[in-house]
């Protein structure tokens, strides 16, 4: 099949038919790839919903090469031959991604300092480039008491940005979803259905495909800020998953088990919740070594094996 | 006296009744697309009518249907969108109670002419009464060999249900009516692919809406040049305005599309004039979420040139000094209204009815009530007013569906032409109605 030529933000790449625009520049990498709060390459149907990573088409295609009237979600967009897309040099895409920020913002309770995500945050991240530097808010925000969705998953709804990744992972690799999106609007709420529990086997990937602080895994809770601890690969003979994990340790202790995500979060692949909750002595792995951390995060900072 | 299409017959009595309808001629038009149109004949006719949605959009019927993937093997989907919910918008539950086979035969119709076998009508629940009477009708026209197989003696078959929806003015946007429809929650799908390609159970569907569909008959009964004889420029063809507000006779009106507005408010047929004899201040043309014009761009477009009802005329000036026909919900407000609390009622709907699927419009929508409830309390500040704006603007346009243009542009332009009204709020700390 022929290659598709589009060109985003200066750099020009050729792409397979189907990619979206999201996917382009991530093949390019770096600073023109587009944000992502609710698209997640690894599940299906996700995208289109937080609205972070609209970009601007200056051209739609060779054919056709109107620009397109309204900013367009980078995650959901299929590339065309000779399409030309400004994300970063388009100051309408910056400045609707700056508004993007703020809304998701305005609900949110900042408490970063007490939340078990600040350091691996994508909130975080996504502020730290484009939020405003002052709240235009007056307004009390939403306000929801933490509840345990599970025995091993705790939800703060306040932190929540509905980006239905957890639904979605509920939907795709579990074999039944009892939890989703009650209500409407700002009112929408992630819950379970009266009086049921997630409970099942890969439930604890809700937990790594959250953006922020939403869902947090209550045997880590509070345990330590991630900066504290350095991550090894590690692996261990598993029959329910590839057993291909991340320890997070402080000093001897093993506080917590994740996935392995790549350098857009997104987890390589899922782990069953035997080896992220009930496998906490250093012993019951494989220490493959240091996993490597990118130079700018937070983690890095007490980490050896620099990228 | 104005051409009547949809409201012809509308006063006889036991209309609802398949033989009453008959009897008025009723379903001949139907026997007329068997016997003598092939389907893409009848697409051909709506084309050539001019025929344009009525739910809003204002898009060309036939060309929607020429959308249909008609290569596609699946089955191919006619859905009614009876989920009439904007407010100030009231003229398709008219039909529905009144005359029901009207809208049945033009869903045969277009069914035919779309090559569907199964068509839904997707009806808003708070209608529960109007259901029965649809249910009713259809059954009616079960059993006269009106719906079923071999319909007429064709070797046409048809399936026709009537889908009551939840309450969510949401399900009324087309793609969210499609999942509702579905069984799922209502959230708006992300297009493309729009649903003339993937649309119900992921195959080719049209969503029109009742008073489309409803017109149908009508077109082929007496063919498509006498249809686009009515009306005016691009807009053919008469159009139900629910008229309500401050007005001496508000209810629903059939207009040959092309009718000044003032003679719309002022003449006896008609609104007949403002209530009270007060003054005209404001005019929300076509339902709440169309931009909002004060009393001297309604009546005259900025160039001086009077304004006609009509897709075109409304639109003159774009959303700087004209508004939309939209759905036909024509509000009218006298000087005794306040625009604030105008607007923070249209506020309140749009923040309780955002589906909450993408942040713009889940967060602008409620931020905006909130700004609006603290101006309209008298806690208000002049930068609020400029932040509703810059909202408004980053809102617009930025979401999955229309519903946040249709939050934004109400505030957008209640601010433009009406801002001294904002301020004295602010001025004086209170509302000074």
């Known amino acids: 099949m022929p290659l598709l030529k589009v060109t985003i933000d200066n750099v020009e790449i050729e792409v397979e038919a189907g990619t979206t625009i999201m996917n382009a520049a991530r093949q390019v990498g770096g600073h023109i790839v587009p944000p992502a709060m609710c698209y997640y390459s690894k599940l299906e149907g996700s995208g289109g919903k937080c609205r972070t990573c609209l970009v601007r088409v200056a051209q739609g295609s060779a054919k056709d090469p109107r620009p397109m009237p309204k900013l367009v979600a980078s995650c959901r967009t299929l590339v065309q031959d000779g399409m030309v897309v400004e994300n970063t040099t388009s100051p309408e895409a910056m400045d609707s991604r700056q508004a993007i920020t703020e809304f998701l913002l305005i609900n949110h309770p900042l408490d970063c300092p007490v939340c078990d995500q600040a350091g691996e945050c994508h909130l975080q991240d996504l502020s730290y480039v484009h939020g405003?530097?002052?709240?235009?808010?007056?307004?009390?925000?939403?306000v929801f008491k933490p509840i345990d969705i599970g025995?091993?998953?705790?939800?703060?709804?306040?932190?929540?940005?509905?980006?239905?990744?957890?639904?979605?992972?509920?939907?795709?690799?579990?074999?039944?979803?009892?939890?989703?999106?009650?209500?409407?609007?700002?009112?929408?709420?992630?819950?379970?259905?009266?009086?049921?529990?997630?409970?099942?086997?890969?439930?604890?990937?809700?937990?790594?495909?959250?953006p922020v602080g939403a869902l947090t895994d209550n045997t880590f809770r509070f345990k330590s800020r991630v900066w504290f601890m350095k991550p090894f690969d590690a692996n261990r003979n598993c029959t329910k998953c590839s057993g291909k994990v991340v320890l997070w340790m402080k000093g001897e202790e093993l506080l917590r088990v994740t996935g392995r995500k790549d350098k857009y979060g997104e987890l390589e692949e899922f782990i069953c919740n035997d080896c992220r909750f009930d496998h906490k002595m250093v012993t019951d792995w494989t220490i493959e070594g240091p996993r490597a951390i990118e130079r700018h995060s937070v983690i890095s900072q007490n980490h050896y094996g620099k990228q | 006296m104005a051409t009547q299409i949809l409201l012809k017959n509308i006063d006889v009595p036991g209309l609802t009744d398949i033989h009453v309808y008959k009897g008025l001629g009723g379903y001949s038009a139907l026997e007329k697309a068997l016997k003598n149109f092939t389907p893409d004949q009848v697409t051909e006719e709506v084309k050539k009518s001019g025929l344009r949605g009525r739910g809003g959009a204002g898009f060309p019927t036939g060309m929607k249907w020429g959308f249909i993937d008609k290569q596609s093997e699946k089955p191919r989907y006619l859905v009614c969108n009876y989920d009439e919910s904007e407010p100030g918008t009231f003229k398709d539950r008219y039909i529905g109670e009144l005359n029901p086979h009207q809208l049945i035969e033009g869903m045969i119709i277009g069914s035919y002419a779309l090559g569907a076998k199964s068509a839904y009508i997707y009806i808003r629940g708070e209608l529960f009464y109007v259901i029965k009477i649809i249910e009713k009708a259809i059954q009616e026209a079960y059993k006269n060999g009106l719906l079923g197989n071999n319909i007429l003696g064709s070797d046409y078959s048809l399936d026709l249900y009537c889908h009551p929806g939840a309450g969510a003015y949401i399900c009324g946007e087309e793609t969210a009516l499609l999942e509702s429809l579905e069984g799922k929650r209502g959230n708006p799908r992300i297009k493309p692919p729009f649903p003339a390609i993937v649309g119900l159970y992921d195959c080719p569907t049209v969503v029109n809406n009742v008073e489309t569909i409803a017109a149908l008959p009508w077109i082929i009964t007496n063919g498509s040049a006498a249809y686009s004889a009515i009306g005016i420029g691009n807009s053919k063809g008469t159009k139900l305005i629910s008229a309500c507000g401050h007005i001496n006779k508000p209810g629903i009106y059939e207009i040959e599309l092309g009718l000044p507005v003032e003679e719309f408010i002022y003449s006896d047929e008609y609104c007949g004039g403002i209530i009270n004899g007060n003054k005209l201040k404001a005019v929300v043309a076509g339902g709440s979420s169309v931009p909002i014009l004060p009393a001297e761009l309604i009546l005259k477009t900025a160039a001086g040139e009077p304004r006609l009802m009509s897709y075109e005329s409304l639109a003159e000036g774009g959303f700087k000094t004209g508004t939309m026909m939209g759905s036909g919900g024509f509000i009218v407000m006298d000087h005794t209204t306040c625009i604030v609390k105008n607007l923070l009622t249209f506020a309140r709907f749009y923040r309780h009815e955002s589906c909450g699927q993408c942040s713009p419009c889940r967060e602008g929508t409620s931020w905006m009530e909130k700004i609006l409830m603290r101006i309209e309390g008298g806690q208000g500040t002049m930068k609020d007013i400029d932040l509703l704006v810059n909202i408004a603007k980053h809102v617009e346009g930025n979401t999955i569906c229309p519903l946040g243009d249709a939050a934004a542009w109400p505030v957008a332009s209640a601010i433009l032409h009406f801002r001294e009204e904002f301020e004295e709020h602010v001025k004086l700390q209170k509302c000074p109605f």
């Open chain 1, 132 to 142: 405003l530097e002052e709240t235009r808010t007056v307004e009390e925000r939403r």
């Open chain 1, 151 to 210: 025995d091993k998953i705790k939800l703060h709804m306040n932190r929540c940005i509905l980006c239905y990744r957890c639904v979605m992972v509920a939907d795709q690799i579990t074999d039944k979803r009892v939890h989703g999106v009650l209500g409407r609007g700002d009112h929408s709420e992630i819950s379970t259905h009266i009086q049921q529990a997630v409970d099942n086997d890969f439930s604890g990937n809700m937990i790594d495909v959250c």
